[in-house]
């Protein structure tokens, strides 16, 4: 139903900028909810932003509010994470996840994409 692919990740020196992509195959992009969540080597999965199916809420962790932006687009089919200011401590990989409307889970994830911040 929907598939989800990464990309945009790469090495960044601290206090860079990576803006990472989520590609969706879907016709029903408008009506998915997506988020993006990293998991570090040997930690649990964490969320980091999420955006609505128009795109006009969104919902950040605590730990990278005011430093990263989730946006779509859904003309292409596109949900962006613009990262600022990245710490190492942002090092992870990021996986881009879509929900439907009503549902409380996300039941699609991508392959990740890896994101190394050097200090």
């Known amino acids: 139903q929907v598939q989800l692919r990464e990309s945009g990740g790469g090495l960044v020196q601290a206090g860079g900028s990576l803006r990472l992509s989520c590609a969706a195959s879907t016709s029903i992009f408008s009506r998915i909810v997506v988020g993006w969540f990293r998991q570090a080597p040997g930690q649990e999965r964490e969320f980091v932003a999420a955006?609505?199916?128009?795109?006009?809420?969104?919902d950040y962790a605590n730990s990278v509010k005011g430093r990263f932006t989730i946006s779509r687009d859904n003309a292409k089919n596109m949900v962006y994470l613009q990262m600022d200011s990245l710490k190492p401590d942002d090092t992870a990989v990021y996986y881009c996840?879509?929900?439907?409307?009503?549902?409380?889970?996300?039941?699609?994830w991508g392959q990740g994409t890896q994101v190394t911040v050097s200090a």
């Open positions: 955006i609505t199916t128009s795109g006009d809420s969104t």
């Open positions: 996840a879509a929900r439907g409307r009503l549902s409380t889970e996300y039941n699609a």
